[in-house]
């Protein structure tokens, strides 16, 4: 995703998130796996942490938590969300990869803890010294004077950004924000859609000496773990009327035509052939990237099942009434390759990222970023994943890029500021339609000031000094007055313009008060 927010431009200015350390709140992290250092301590990607929970805790019994020095991961959410900020590999590179971590894990083994150990990590963390924290984790309480939204926003206010998942409740409707993402001084994040997908390369071979390099595609964008040239079967037979297959009688390959029918009854009935690695080419005009209705990938002899396009499959036959016999050549060593989305929902915002304002009419959420469909690690295997919790880690990194380069203790206002500042704004998303509207913008109740623009976060020389953004309040209590301060860090003198572009007005309830919920009528 840094294409769409110019981390890449960054990244080749050689801007990598140096001297800033980054304080995760969450469920620990894999420190071990090479993505992330391959170790702790000094020296490595995560420089340390705390385990506040162990991992037999469970958040109904507080005497089962058990602290030690080691916030190893057992859950995988926080390994995920350590990716996104700082892991590298020959496939991804985290937004800020030279930024160190503190982890402070806060779960264990199960989904679920308390605020209790959420406010005491806060506590240590702002002591350790972090620059900024990450808390993809929350629920619905949208007051800015709880007592957690109280603490996160005394240390953003100490020079510590506090960054927080916006929540993914969107299909709940408007007034949904979350406690501690709620706070006064809080950067609270939404999510995008990803406007790229991930495949991998392979390679279909003929006895003939002929050779067709594609690509296939997997749930969740994983590679398949296997490296070498395996013998091929091919049938025209489609994956619904799987019967009439032989199983397989050794370490091979089927390659069959994509059905119609329910996901799972192209999956299941081919788990007793015995294949390792099967792919469907694709037929009927579907969609090569989708496996809708498929719950499994890895399950007993089969390891890998792959989507190609439509035309191996043209090539395999011809091959094959030609009397030559197939093989497939795949890699491990091989790069992901990106192609781009073209679904009406790629690049923008995401429809179960939450939607504000807070309870008391503040505005929420700060700002958005990729978070639909991001590709990392979660726990042992590199997968995509969605969630506003993995767009907050987005704006960690980039608040990381922006520390390493104009001090690791600029104030959490100036940074504020200039994510909202510099953000673009996003047209108009509707999910129960699947519809763009270029014309109007989507609702600032849910994007937020829009797409982090990380380049201009940097680069921009405009800072706008007073609020970020012009809080109205509420009818009855409406603030009409409002002082625009700006700060020109140009070496010229500019001239600014002050306009309005009407936004939408989304209807919060309906006529007999209850509740709107996704998507809310507007106009």
């Keep these: 995703p840094h294409k769409v927010t110019g981390v890449d431009k960054l990244h080749e200015e050689g801007i990598y998130g140096d001297g800033v350390v980054v304080g995760i709140i969450d469920t620990g992290v894999n420190y071990m796996d090479e ?8 020296g490595f990607t995560v420089i340390g942490g705390h385990d506040y929970a162990g991992n037999d805790y469970t958040f109904t019994d507080p005497n089962s938590a058990k602290e ?28 800020s990869p030279n930024a160190k971590i503190r982890m402070y894990k806060v779960f264990g083994c199960e989904d679920a803890t308390t605020n209790d150990l959420i406010m005491k990590a806060l506590v240590d963390a702002a002591n350790d010294g972090v620059n900024v924290i990450n808390l993809s984790l929350g629920n619905p309480a949208g007051y800015s004077d709880s007592p957690i939204s109280l603490l996160a926003s005394s ?23 979350s406690a501690g993402a709620s706070g006064k001084s809080v950067i609270s994040v939404a999510s995008v859609e990803a406007t790229e997908g991930i495949r991998w390369p392979v390679t279909f071979k003929s006895s003939n000496g002929s050779e067709y390099p594609t690509f296939y595609y997997t ?13 091929a079967d091919f049938t025209t037979i489609n994956a619904c009327e799987t019967t009439s297959i032989d199983s397989s009688s050794g370490n091979k390959v089927l390659i069959l035509k994509r059905g119609i029918c329910y996901g799972n009854n192209q999956y299941t009935p081919l788990l007793d052939k015995k294949y390792p690695i099967i792919f469907r080419y694709n037929s009927y005009n579907q969609d090569v990237t989708s496996f809708a209705q498929i719950t499994a990938q890895d399950d007993g002899d089969l390891k890998m099942y792959a989507n190609v396009e439509a035309e191996v499959g043209a090539w395999c036959k011809a091959m094959e009434d030609a009397g030559h016999s197939l093989s497939v050549s795949i890699s491990q060593a091989d790069l992901a390759v990106t192609y781009q989305r073209t679904d009406e929902g790629a690049g923008k915002v995401s429809y179960y990222s939450s939607f504000g304002p807070t309870f008391e009419n503040d505005f929420f959420p700060t700002v958005a970023a990729p ?21 907050s880690p987005y704006i960690v990194g980039c608040i990381a890029l922006f520390k390493g380069v104009y001090g690791a203790d600029i104030e959490t206002s100036v940074v504020k500021n200039k994510l909202v500042n510099t953000a673009k704004t996003l047209s108009l998303y ?13 609702p600032f ?34 603030v009409t007055d409002f002082e625009i301060e700006l700060y020109n860090g140009n070496s010229v003198a500019v001239t600014y313009e002050i306009n309005h572009i009407a936004g939408i007005t989304v209807s919060s309830r309906d006529e007999d008060w209850y509740p709107r919920t996704l998507f809310p009528p507007y106009d």
């Design 35 to 42: 993505s992330l250092g391959g170790g702790i301590g000094e």
């Design 68 to 95: 030690d020095d080691d916030p190893m991961d057992c859950i995988g959410h926080g390994t995920f969300v350590s990716t996104v900020i700082a892991g590298l590999t020959k496939d991804i590179v985290g937004v």
């Design 155 to 177: 240390i953003a206010d100490d020079n510590i950004a506090v960054v927080y998942a916006a929540g993914n409740s969107g299909e709940s409707g408007v007034f949904y924000a």
């Design 219 to 231: 749930q969740n964008a994983q590679q398949g773990a296997f490296t070498g040239d395996f013998d």
């Design 371 to 391: 978070g639909g469909q991001v590709y990392g690690l979660y726990g042992d295997a590199w997968e995509l994943l969605s969630g506003t919790s993995f767009s």
């Design 430 to 442: 509707n999910v129960n339609s699947n519809s763009v509207d270029e014309s109007v913008n989507h």
């Design 445 to 478: 109740s849910q994007q937020g000031a829009g797409l982090v623009n990380a380049y201009n976060l940097i680069h921009y020389n405009t800072t706008v000094l007073s609020a970020p953004y012009l809080e109205l309040n509420d009818t009855v209590n409406r």
